[in-house]
């Protein structure tokens, strides 16, 4: 068949590329002002106790854990570096770093194989886990990954301002994070438009602040809970530490449950975790900035009650 000019002509402008209009119109997949989030975490009910932490090993707890009991794992495992917790880290103050960080004993092969195989158990229908680790041991992490059965979504990387020193090789100032589901159905609330897969977040040095040194920024843990769950929602971290995951998870308004074998860190997880009010955190979606977004919405117009009182508030001004 012979195509006319005008139908080739009709046909290229359809396909015709509009810069950014679908970032204009964003909208999350989800959201919920500040009453409705706080709503749906006071009515969320469980079998069991939840807003607390086991003293003791993960496997251990893990298998007393129900079926399908999880929505979201957060599972930040020491790194098997021989590390003890106390490493000197460029502008840190050691008298504030909590001994007794626990590293693994024996082969980091086997342990990591023992915990993540406990996951897909505990984890519900459209639940997804997140694995941090480091780039040393990352091949034993793949390995058990694909042995426990979890699909890998995506691979993510977080890079931080700055690492252990070094005089012959390149400063290491990333972090690996691998985002799992246990079904090819999995909850993911698109919160921005264009979410990457390179985070950039600072780590946080709060002067005067007892901690275990691997403590990850509250705000990396919560943008995890908030990509892949709802208020609400149980998150469980197996590796506790300073209780980044349970501020990150009161924080947000979502329930938390977790492990630490660390006894010694159970006054620096109570304090962090009392330090922070239900939903502190929280901001819906949709009122948060989002750079591309608002850029796009300028350029076409599509603004919103209250970008539009801003624009007609500038005109009045100028
Ligand atoms: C990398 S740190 C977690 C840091 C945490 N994400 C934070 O932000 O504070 C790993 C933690 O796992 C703990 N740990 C090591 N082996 C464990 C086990 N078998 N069960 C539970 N916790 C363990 C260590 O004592 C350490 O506190």
């Given at each position: 068949?012979?195509?006319?000019?005008?139908?080739?002509?009709?046909k290229?402008?359809?396909?015709?590329?509009?810069?950014?209009?679908?970032a204009?119109?964003?909208?999350?997949?989800?959201?919920?002002?500040?009453?409705?989030?706080?709503?749906?975490?006071?009515?969320?009910?469980?079998?069991?106790?939840?807003?607390?932490?086991?003293?003791?090993?993960?496997?251990?707890?893990?298998?007393?854990?129900?079926?399908e009991?999880?929505?979201?794992?957060?599972?930040d495992?020491?790194?098997?570096?021989?590390?003890?917790?106390?490493?000197?880290?460029?502008?840190?103050?050691?008298?504030?770093?909590?001994?007794?960080?626990?590293?693994?004993?024996?082969?980091?092969?086997?342990?990591?194989?023992?915990?993540?195989?406990?996951?897909?158990?505990?984890?519900?229908?459209?639940?997804?886990?997140?694995?941090?680790?480091?780039?040393?041991?990352?091949?034993?992490?793949?390995?058990?990954?694909?042995?426990?059965?979890?699909?890998?979504?995506n691979?993510?990387?977080?890079?931080?301002q700055?690492?252990?020193?070094?005089?012959?090789?390149?400063?290491?100032?990333?972090?690996?994070?691998?985002?799992?589901?246990?079904?090819?159905?999995?909850?993911?609330?698109?919160?921005?438009?264009?979410?990457?897969?390179?985070?950039?977040?600072?780590?946080?040095?709060?002067?005067?602040?007892?901690?275990?040194?691997?403590?990850?920024?509250?705000?990396?843990?919560?943008?995890?809970?908030?990509?892949?769950?709802?208020?609400?929602?149980?998150?469980?971290?197996?590796?506790?530490?300073?209780?980044?995951?349970?501020?990150?998870?009161?924080?947000?308004?979502?329930?938390?449950?977790?492990?630490?074998?660390?006894?010694?860190?159970?006054?620096?997880?109570?304090?962090n975790?009392?330090?922070?009010?239900?939903?502190?955190?929280?901001v819906?979606?949709?009122?948060?900035?989002?750079?591309?977004?608002?850029?796009?919405?300028?350029?076409?117009?599509v603004?919103?009650?209250?970008?539009?009182?801003?624009?007609?508030?500038?005109?009045f001004?100028?």
């Open positions: 068949m012979t195509v006319k000019p005008e139908q080739k002509q009709k290229v402008r359809k396909n015709h590329y509009i810069p950014n209009l679908a204009a119109y964003f909208k999350p997949t989800e959201d919920w002002s500040l009453d409705q989030a706080r709503e749906e975490f006071e009515k969320a009910k469980f079998d069991f106790p939840v807003d607390r932490v086991l003293y003791g090993d993960c496997v251990d707890f893990m298998r007393k854990l129900p079926d009991s999880v929505d979201v794992v957060i599972a495992p020491p790194f098997g570096l021989g590390f003890t917790g106390k490493e000197s880290i460029y502008n840190r103050d050691e008298r504030f770093v909590r001994r007794g960080y626990r590293e693994v004993e024996g082969d980091y092969t086997e342990f990591s194989e023992k915990w993540i195989k406990e996951l897909p158990r505990i984890m519900k229908e459209g639940g997804s886990a997140w694995i941090f680790s480091g780039w040393t041991r990352l091949d034993d992490i793949l390995r058990a990954i694909k042995e426990s059965g979890l699909s890998l979504i691979h993510i990387i977080w890079k931080y700055f690492g252990v020193f070094t005089n012959r090789k390149f400063v290491t100032s990333h972090y690996h994070i691998l985002f799992l589901a246990k079904g090819p159905k999995y909850y993911f609330n698109k919160i921005v438009h264009y979410p990457l897969d390179v985070w950039e977040i600072k780590r946080t040095y709060r002067i005067g602040e007892v901690k275990n040194s691997t403590k990850l920024p509250e705000e990396l843990v919560a943008k995890c809970i908030e990509f892949s769950s709802r208020p609400g929602d149980l998150i469980f971290d197996p590796f506790m530490g300073n209780g980044t995951t349970a501020v990150a998870a009161k924080g947000t308004w979502r329930h938390y449950l977790g492990s630490e074998v660390n006894k010694k860190m159970k006054n620096v997880m109570d304090s975790v009392k330090s922070i009010k239900p939903g502190q955190l929280y819906p979606y949709s009122e948060r900035h989002d750079e591309l977004v608002a850029r796009a919405r300028r350029r076409y117009g603004l919103n009650e209250k970008e539009l009182s801003i624009v007609k508030l500038d005109q001004q100028s």
